[in-house]
T-cell receptor
Framework: DAGITQSPRHKVTETGTPVTLRCHQT?????MYWYRQDPGHGLRLIHYSYGVKDTDKGEVSDGYSVSRSKTEDFLLTLESATSSQTSVYFCAITGEYNEQFFGPGTRLTVL | LAKTTQPISMDSYEGQEVNITCSHNNIATNDYITWYQQFPSQGPRFIIQGYKTKVTNEVASLFIPADRKSSTLSLPRVSLSDTAVYYCLVGDVNNAGNMLTFGGGTRLMVKP
């Protein structure tokens, strides 16, 4: 499972509140990614990181920020959650051949 | 990033071989082809990756013609547990910063 964990696994929150999701990896991978997946859609990249304090935007980055202060942790923050951010969020890392390994996901509901 | 086109869904029966084809007409010279499998409520799982001709592992085979504009994932003797969504992606494996775009995938239903 490439040693990837996500927390929390489920969260219900209210519109306008800040939310932080955590991705933790134990195998010192350089690249980490955050995706969201909605019904009827494939996965869409939010942000990714190519090293400590090195991050870049994906195709759906509006409303999200990320931080990576140490190799093993990649945080995704919703500064002010909206109902449109209700989704399943997946973290991923890149393996030896740049194939991706995904975490178990976080189901977020914004009421 | 090369765009991919796959069938939306496929049905099969247990014990049959299933072939899922992906079109990627704009594939670049450095692009590899990667397939993932996703079960409900789980993240995608890497199945197989290839550049040209044929690649086989314990799970599947990947056939890539000489022009590389398409590829076929072959699942031998499927079982009910192979019911899942299968995604085809193309990208430069030497550039992990590639933004990987997952399309809608192919929903495979295996029936008894």
């Amino acid at each position: 499972d490439a040693g990837i964990t996500q927390s929390p696994r489920h969260k219900v929150t209210e519109t306008g509140t800040p939310v932080t999701l955590r991705c933790h990896q134990t195998e010192n991978h350089r690249y980490m990614y955050w995706y969201r997946q909605d019904p009827g859609h494939g996965l869409r990249l939010i942000h990714y990181s190519y090293g400590v304090k090195d991050t870049d935007k994906g195709e759906v980055s509006d409303g999200y920020s990320v931080s990576r202060s140490k190799t093993e942790d990649f945080l995704l923050t919703l500064e002010s959650a909206t109902s449109s951010q209700t989704s399943v969020y997946f973290c991923a890392i890149t393996g030896e051949y740049n194939e991706q390994f995904f975490g178990p996901g976080t189901r977020l509901t914004v009421l | 990033l090369a765009k991919t086109t796959q069938p939306i869904s496929m049905d099969s029966y247990e014990g049959q071989e299933v072939n899922i084809t992906c079109s990627h007409n704009n594939i670049a010279t450095n692009d590899y082809i990667t397939w993932y499998q996703q079960f409900p409520s789980q993240g995608p799982r890497f199945i197989i990756q290839g550049y040209k001709t044929k690649v086989t592992n314990e799970v599947a085979s990947l056939f890539i013609p000489a022009d590389r504009k398409s590829s076929t994932l072959s699942l031998p003797r499927v079982s009910l547990s192979d019911t899942a969504v299968y995604y085809c992606l193309v990208g430069d494996v030497n550039n992990a910063g590639n933004m990987l775009t997952f399309g809608g995938g192919t929903r495979l239903m295996v029936k008894p």
